[in-house]
């Protein structure tokens, strides 16, 4: 009796915790080119080694930055454009992905081939497998985990801190003990890195734009057509990276 009563007390606590726990992480998002020129199978060798000459010093230098607002229910991921010659920055609205915890739903903005698409249903589910593997990522012990991308059907590699009781992350990626502060897609094709993170005490509300432009389409709907145009592109030896958002 004594022992369920210890378990039911951390029990609490850890539940309380993770009710109080909300705040802003910002991530870096970087694309590594030749990576994935490497990867189409029309390229010769000398042009992909032409590619690895243009994109190969340059790749990881630069990227994207993306803040991930949550709280214990809600997170909301989008981009951040900023102007820095002006001083002054703005929210980009290109992309943007919702995640209802509670619920487990989705609603996604997400272009393809230049076509803005309204993602709508169940949180897509990954099988993770979690390694015996840690890391520091912003002052957060991290532990590793590895799945495959629910869209692209690719390896991803994931760390995450129970220390952020938020089963979220960037990207829209969820399903794990705690808050995902880094991931990687593929032979570090994508990787995503948590910057800044900072915690909240007081509730802050999460809201979503009023109108948000965009075909509506299920996730799976949307994965079959994202599939078909990589394959449709690279059978007729284009390049469909530029089009599509890995």
């Known amino acids: 009796m004594r022992l369920l009563l210890i378990i039911f007390f951390f029990g609490s606590i850890l539940n309380l915790n993770s009710q109080e726990t909300q705040g802003k992480i910002t991530f870096e998002r970087k694309v590594f080119w030749a990576n994935l020129y490497s990867k189409l199978p029309f390229l010769t060798q000398e042009e992909k080694e032409k590619e690895l000459a243009i994109w190969g010093k340059e790749q990881g230098k630069y990227g994207e930055k993306y803040d991930l607002q949550f709280n214990s229910t809600q997170s909301l991921y989008q981009e951040v454009k900023s102007e820095n010659e002006g001083g002054w920055s703005w929210r980009g609205d290109e992309i943007l992905i919702f995640r209802d915890l509670v619920n487990k739903t989705i609603i996604d903005k997400i272009p393809l081939a230049e076509k803005d698409f309204l993602i709508k249903g169940d949180i897509p589910r990954i099988k993770w497998k979690i390694q015996n ?47 995902i502060l880094l991931v990687s897609y593929g032979n570090d094709d994508v990787t995503i890195e948590a910057t800044y993170v900072t915690l909240e005490k007081d509730p802050k509300v999460i809201t979503l734009p009023k109108k948000i432009k965009g075909k509506e389409i299920t996730f799976e709907k949307f994965k079959e057509d994202y599939n078909k145009y990589i394959k449709e592109s690279i059978t007729a030896k284009r390049n469909p990276y530029w089009r599509v958002r890995l």
Do not use: F, N
């Open 133 to 179: 593997e840690l890391r520091d990522i912003q002052g957060y012990i991290c532990m590793k985990a590895e799945g495959i991308h629910p869209i692209h059907d690719t390896p991803i590699t994931a760390w995450y801190t129970d220390k952020i009781p938020v089963s979220s992350g960037p990207e829209g990626l969820t399903g794990l003990p705690g808050m």
